[in-house]
């Protein structure tokens, strides 16, 4: 039998924007690397800093952008455990935002039902950013909108090390059998044993790659690059991405149907 030559309808599509449909399934969780806050600044001549304080204000109107769309976990990476590579003016500056930002924003994200979280190792941030993670933590722990986690000084790798760690411990303590470990058991051991899996996973500022954000967790997430730069992210540029992720066929290694 000859075989037909495939359509490619592909081009065709994507000259299309998809558009997003509200009455469609949008994704339960939406996981963000917010990438290109330096080059924001960059190409308007502006030191680095000026494009994360804007980077900040992205970030306020993404939280909302969910909450009306409907997504039930938001993910955010905010500073990933190589990102101490960067010159301690630029560290500095990051950890000053991420303190602003938590005293004023995230207690007013609280207030309006937004339950907090953070997930990394906090072993290498300064005390007082600890005290102002867990505060939040504890007081938006019974909220019931938008679960909105930050992602700081976080490694997926380094994640995964952790609880390979104290699963060892464990055995070691009588705790476990070693063949005791399975999907969810060593799941369990992650930082994020309380979320679901991203479903869909954006990110901004053109490049194509994970940087070490959500390894374990990603295995069937359905990724969205988009070369708007950070600052730039409208609540526009999100429904563009759940439009795309809601004409997606996920398959988890099963058959079309
Ligand atoms: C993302 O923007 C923010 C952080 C990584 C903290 P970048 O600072 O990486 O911006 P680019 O990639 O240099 O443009
Ligand atoms: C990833 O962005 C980390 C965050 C967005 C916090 P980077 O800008 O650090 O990633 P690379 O270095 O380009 O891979
Ligand atoms: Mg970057």
Redesign the pocket.
């Known amino acids: 039998m000859k075989l037909r030559k495939a359509k490619y309808s592909r081009s065709k599509a994507t000259a299309v924007e998809p558009t997003f449909d509200d009455k469609a399934p949008v994704p339960a969780h939406v996981a963000i690397i917010m990438?290109?806050n330096?080059r924001w600044a960059q190409a308007r001549g502006l030191p680095r800093f000026v494009g994360h304080r804007q980077g900040v204000k992205a970030v306020r109107s993404t939280v909302r952008a969910c909450s009306d769309l409907g997504i039930s976990y938001l993910t955010i990476y905010a500073f990933s455990s190589e990102n101490w590579k960067r010159p301690a003016s630029e560290v500095d500056e990051l950890m000053g935002l991420l303190r602003v930002y938590i005293r004023r924003e995230l207690t007013e994200l609280g207030r309006e039902g937004v339950r907090i979280r953070f997930i990394g190792d906090r072993g290498r941030l300064a005390d007082d950013i600890n005290h102002l993670i867990t505060n939040s933590e504890e007081s938006t722990k019974n909220n019931t909108g938008l679960t909105f986690t930050v992602a700081i000084n976080y490694g997926g790798r380094q994640e995964i090390l952790e609880a390979a760690r104290r699963f060892a411990q464990h055995v070691q303590e009588g705790e476990h059998e070693p063949e005791d470990i399975n999907e969810s058991l060593f799941e369990s051991y992650l930082e994020s044993e309380k979320l679901p899996d991203p479903d869909l996973l954006i990110r901004t500022?053109g490049?194509q790659r994970l940087s070490n954000f959500l390894l374990w967790q990603s295995a069937y997430t359905e990724f969205v690059f988009t070369s708007t730069l950070w600052p730039d992210f409208k609540k526009k540029n999100l429904e563009q991405a759940v439009a795309e992720y809601q004409r997606r066929e996920r398959r988890y290694g099963g058959s079309s149907h």
């Open positions: 990438d290109g330096g500022s490049e």
